[in-house]
Each structure stands twice: as structure tokens, then as C-alpha cells.
């Protein structure tokens, strides 16, 4: 078991950067594929990026390709989503999640822990 908290959301101009944070507790996070979501009012939730286990294997949905960046830092037990050239209809609630499962999964289902989210909002 590992419990996961996001932080670093806020209100940013379209344009700008933010990065989000992801510190865990009980677990290290080198055992799980660590995934970005994020949630739109009237959206489904979806996978924005995940890591491997390794850290040598990305994904990206395509909205967020050459803009968003997914990593790790073991030492501070923590995964980040650098999020650059923000654009509004990135506005969402960010969640972190960690799956015990295969990296190529993708679907919510197959993630085992969540954290509670994080609100980004870019203005236009």
C-alpha cells in the first residue's frame, strides 16, 4: 500500500508553466508505473503520462506531447508532471496514481492507489 499526495496546481496565464508534485509514504514509488490524470467538468478522467517502474519508459496523450514531462526523483520518493505552454483547455483536476499492473495499461481500472487530486486552471 502507498498513499500519494498532489500539490503545485493553481491559476496560470495560457502561456505559462507549472509543476506538479506527487510525494508518496509507505511505499517506494520505484515499484509501481506512476500515472498523470487529469478531469475536465463533463469529461472523462484520462491518462495524461506515465513512467515505468525503470524510468526509462514515457507515455503522453497526444494533447500534451512536447509540452508535459513525467519523472522521478527516488531520493525524495516523488514523481513530477512538468506541465510548459499551458493552454486553457488543459484546465482539470490533476490526479497522481500508481498501478501494480503491466505499463502498457492504460485505463483508469488498472490503477491500485490515487491521490486526491490537484486543480489546474490556464486562462486564456
Known sequence: QVQ??????G???AGGSLRL???AS?????????GWFRQAPGKERILVAKLSRS???TYYADPVKGRFGISRDDAQ??????MNNLKP???AVYYCAAALGAF???????YNYWGRGTQVTVSS
Open 55 to 57: 524510468g526509462e519508459r
Open 21 to 23: 508534485s506527487c510525494r
Open 4 to 9: 500519494l499526495v498532489e500539490s503545485g496546481g
Open 26 to 34: 509507505g511505499r517506494t514509488l520505484s515499484s509501481y508505473v506512476m
Open 104 to 110: 502498457t495499461a492504460t485505463a483508469t481500472a488498472a
Open 77 to 82: 520518493n516523488a514523481v513530477y508532471l512538468q
Open 11 to 13: 491559476l496560470v496565464q
Open 89 to 91: 483547455e488543459d484546465t
